[in-house]
């Protein structure tokens, strides 16, 4: 077999969005054309043509909380992309089959994003080969650029839960792109026997129900939605709660239609804003919720948060479910010059699934 070190690499520059100060996405990213194709600078570095990456809520709290003096300049945003291997460095293990023309999925490590400034929003991109798995051949890119961070949240959230089969589960934010996966995982863990009660809002019910859950909620029409569930599930409480969405009044009042002993598990409390004081607001809610006992006001549940971390492990098995015939839903495909327009919809917090943009 011909050596993958052996095939050239892309010549001149590439158009990617980049930012040179903190800030949201609409005030400080601008779209270059003439950005260096990266090289590959490690000795398992692979170089990947990306063809769509999604937008992460994460990706927009770095480019707002991390100071720029702390940052390379320019920086490239979001991590998760879908591509094609264009070159791998020599020491890339040939049993990982990263070969040029390989249709792969992947992320960029957190360490290389903030302190290296490499992102997704680009037409090139160079990762560790341990970043990248193979695109499953019934996954669209579109759909596989989703699935790194998303996915493995997800499974995240499964883990945590250990839903069993027969059990009932309350998933809030089951349209969004974590809960989209979270029905679909939770009632292949339940069986026919068990039941998955899916939280959107109305002009998503179908697209939950389509996704397996056996009852849908409008959190519009039943708002206060804790109090809706106290009256329709206090008797038959659930075994366990997947909240994609962050909802804090959904926690307090959890005793009332969760069961003793059973998991709360989280994604983590939604900032109010995606600024400092938000986010520093939030890491404190999630202690409090984590740690203040019953008599200081403390709910009496498990309360267990997410990882959202890829690592090789992860993506693999989120490939494999993928492959099985997991959907990735959606929301809205964008120009590459119109990324700005899909960041505005990812973070209005209302996208049904997920937000990509294509190069």
């Not at 992102?119 to 996954?139: H, I, M, Q, W």
């Not at 709660?241 to 009042?253: K, T």
Request: charged residues 20%; neutral net charge.
């Amino acid at each position: 077999m011909e050596s993958s070190n052996d095939q050239p690499s892309p010549a001149g520059t590439m158009k990617a969005f980049t930012h040179t100060a903190s800030g949201l996405p609409s005030a400080i990213l601008r779209l270059s054309h003439s950005l260096p194709i990266p090289i590959l600078a490690a000795p398992t570095d692979v170089l990947v043509k990306i063809s769509h990456a999604s937008l992460n809520p994460g990706g927009s709290i770095i480019t707002r909380m991390v100071p720029m003096p702390f940052r390379t300049k320019p920086s490239i945003p979001d991590m998760d992309f879908s591509g094609t291997v264009i070159k791998t460095s020599k020491s890339v293990p040939v049993s990982r089959e990263l070969v040029p023309g390989t249709a792969v999925f992947g992320t960029v490590p957190m360490s290389q994003h903030v302190m290296g400034g490499k992102g997704a929003l680009a037409e090139y991109v160079a990762v560790p080969a341990e970043n990248l798995v193979l695109k499953p051949s019934n996954v669209s890119f579109e759909e596989a650029a989703g699935l790194p961070i998303t996915g493995v949240t997800a499974t995240s959230c499964m883990d945590l839960a250990k839903v069993k089969r027969g059990e009932r589960v309350l998933v809030n934010g089951a349209s969004g792109g974590i809960g989209s996966l979270v029905v679909q995982m939770a009632k292949g863990a339940v069986g026919d026997e068990g039941m998955v009660v899916g939280v959107c809002s109305g002009r998503n019910l179908e697209m939950v129900k389509g996704l397996g859950a056996d009852e849908v909620i409008d959190y519009q029409e039943h708002a206060p939605v804790w109090k809706y569930l106290e009256s329709k599930f206090g008797a038959e409480p659930f075994d366990a709660i997947l909240d994609c969405r962050g909802v804090q009044d959904l926690w307090l009042h959890c005793p009332k239609y969760l069961k003793k002993g059973k998991p709360f598990v989280t994604v983590g409390t939604t900032p109010k804003d995606y600024n400092f004081i938000g986010i520093v607001s939030t890491i404190g809610i999630t202690i409090s919720n984590m740690w203040l006992p019953t008599w200081l006001g403390g709910v009496d549940r498990p309360y267990l948060t997410a990882k959202g971390f890829p690592d090789l492990p992860g993506m693999e098995r989120v490939a494999r479910l993928a492959a099985e015939g997991m959907k990735v839903p959606i929301d809205s495909c964008w120009d590459l010059e119109d990324a700005l327009k899909a960041y505005d919809i990812m973070l209005s917090k209302h996208a049904r699934g997920k937000v990509v943009v294509k190069m």
